[in-house]
Nanobody, 126 residues
């Protein structure tokens, strides 16, 4: 049974930092593309950062580049999102997701094919 469990969310002031964790179980961790997504109130869910298993390459979207870092610990089957210099516009529910094999470029493909955690709230005040 695939399980993804996020933790580490909370409330911080602008400029602060948080580290989100995603503990994974029930699947072959190395065979799955992993990603962090977020959904702000009234907005669609968007991809934030991805980890490509075949190359260990990472990708973060432009809006968080230089501030957010994605990483993972294979031995612990845990993925992380280090978030620095947080801004109020980073406020959202953050989700981790895992999809077998392909790192899809479209959010709709992730929505249909990926396993998802329950989400963790991040609130950044100005």
């Amino acid at each position: 049974q695939v399980q993804l469990m996020e933790s580490g969310g909370g409330s911080v002031q602008a400029g602060g930092s948080l580290r989100l964790s995603c503990a994974a179980s029930g699947f072959a961790y190395n065979s799955y593309c992993m990603g962090w997504f977020r959904q702000a109130p009234g907005k669609e869910r968007e991809g934030v950062a991805y980890f490509y298993p075949e190359s260990s390459r990472t990708y973060v979207v432009d809006s968080v580049k230089g501030r957010f870092t994605i990483s993972r610990d294979i031995l612990k089957s845990t993925m992380y999102l280090q978030m620095n210099s947080l801004k109020p516009e980073d406020t959202a529910v953050y989700y981790c997701a895992a999809v077998f094999g392909v790192c899809y470029s479209s959010s709709s493909a992730w929505a249909q094919k990926a396993y998802w955690g329950q989400g963790t709230q991040v609130t950044v005040s100005s």
